[in-house]
């Protein structure tokens, strides 16, 4: 799940509590699944019950268009209610204005750090087969199943169907809901799982690694070959073979580093930053740049990434740091995995210290700093408050007609010079 104004819009998978649920069907790991069904109100408002029966009613024949059986969708909808905990849970979602390096004390923590090793030791044989098959590093694996999951301790306490149902019926985004509640039915229509042991998140996210259905139907593999692709048992194989199936049909490129913290000389400019500004390693060799744990950058096309600015850590990042983008767009989520894979590989800390005392603009400055971009003829494409693409470039035309380091980085500083101007 950044120290920019970016950091501000990370998708983090949420780490719900577990709780204890009925029981169920025998796991590939010969443990019983936990079902569970949580975060109901005992006493729903009645309105919103009738709501969603009627809605129910009115989407099975879009399901059953859609290829589902008439036996799936009564199966899967037979306990189905109203669960305002789902609305709860979607409504509370509250900015995320970390850093980037108060984020890392987490995602790499020394206990995580610790825990992922010990999973690379007890998981071996088959991360091993995994790596062999997919050629995406098994640390990465590793290092997305403890952000999504802390191995799996962490997968989600609500029933699927229902959450999909209340969020498709009440929430924001119904059209993208409705689609995953689609695919929810075709997961369980394939027979990978049923509606009772199919539980995540409020969102839609199960299993170790938090799929959503879509992604599920796109990318999960049954690695152990009893035919069901199952991501939500004790067993993390499936999910951490799909998880790898992921990275690998996004792009990842065997033995390229998914980035590496550099060094940048002395009087650099930044003006070559950006993560679409791809150079080859011998033309960033020849810009004086340099490995921060010494040595030479490796070769390879890559893009100069600079999440604080020329205040904080500098990064190549190649190919794989996009392949892990597909898994989630947030800047702090790709570093948190890379950065996590590497200590897992036996790397330290990083090794440039964090500007002191800086702090994530909240979604009123990052408007504001758009807007006043805008009105002085850089355009950032609106003022949403989101920081992507043309507020970096138009950040980076002011700061560089001003005579400062182009870096991008929409800091307070950047933000009080803005105000003025």
């Known amino acids: 799940m950044r120290i920019s104004a970016k950091i501000a819009t990370i998708a983090l998978t949420l780490a719900l509590s577990a709780c204890v649920g009925g029981g169920g069907a025998v796991s590939q790991s010969g443990h019983t699944p936990t079902v569970i069904k949580y975060g109901r109100d005992q006493n729903p408002d009645p309105a919103k019950v009738a709501g969603l ?74 991360l091993n087969q995994i790596e062999a098959t997919y050629g995406v590093d098994k640390e990465v694996v590793v290092a997305v199943w403890g952000m999504e999951s802390s191995y799996g301790e962490k997968r989600g306490d609500l029933p699927l169907i229902e959450a999909l149902a209340t969020l498709s019926y009440d929430g ?23 509606a009772r042991h199919m ?11 938090q799929f959503i259905p879509t992604s599920y139907l796109a990318f999960a ?59 080859s390693g011998a033309d960033w060799r020849a810009m004086g740049i340099t490995r921060a744990a010494g ?39 790709v570093v948190g995995v890379g950065h996590l894979s590497d200590r897992l590989k036996g790397d330290g800390p990083l090794r440039t210290p964090w500007p002191a005392g800086d702090t994530t603009l909240r979604l009123a400055e990052r408007m504001e700093v758009q807007e006043r971009l805008t009105a002085l003829g850089f355009d950032t494409g609106g003022a949403d408050g989101n920081v992507g693409p043309k507020t970096y470039a138009a950040i980076k035309a002011f700061q560089t007609s001003r005579g400062l380091p182009a870096d991008g980085y929409p800091d307070r500083d950047l933000l009080e010079l803005l105000r003025r101007s």
């Open 53 to 126: 029966n009627a809605w129910i009613q009115g989407f099975r024949p879009q399901a059953l268009a859609s290829g589902i059986g008439p036996a799936t969708f009564d199966a899967a909808f037979a306990e189905v209610t109203y669960n305002p905990e789902v609305i709860r849970r979607s409504n509370n979602q509250a900015e995320f204005t970390k850093s980037l390096w108060e984020y890392l004390e987490t995602a790499a923590s020394d206990k995580r750090v610790a825990n992922g090793r010990a999973m690379l030791a007890r998981h071996a044989a088959v």
């Open 221 to 279: 593999v049954d690695f152990t070959g009893d035919g069901r692709r199952d991501i939500w048992s004790d067993d993390p194989t499936d999910a951490l073979a799909s998880t790898a199936a992921y990275l690998a049909k996004s792009g990842w490129q065997r033995g390229q580093p998914w980035g590496v913290e550099v060094t940048l000389p002395p009087g650099f400019t930044a003006a070559t930053s950006g993560k679409s500004a791809k150079r």
């Open 172 to 194: 924001r985004r119904a059209d993208f809901f409705r689609q995953q509640l689609i695919g929810a039915l075709k997961i369980l229509q394939a027979g990978d799982t049923d």
């Open 295 to 333: 040595g030479a950058v490796p070769d390879g096309q890559a893009a100069l990434f600079l999440p604080a600015g020329v205040k904080g850590a500098a990064f190549l990042i190649y190919r794989n740091f996009h392949a892990i983008e597909r898994y989630n767009q947030a800047d702090a989520y």
């Open 199 to 209: 539980i995540g998140s409020w969102a839609g996210a199960m299993g170790h690694t």
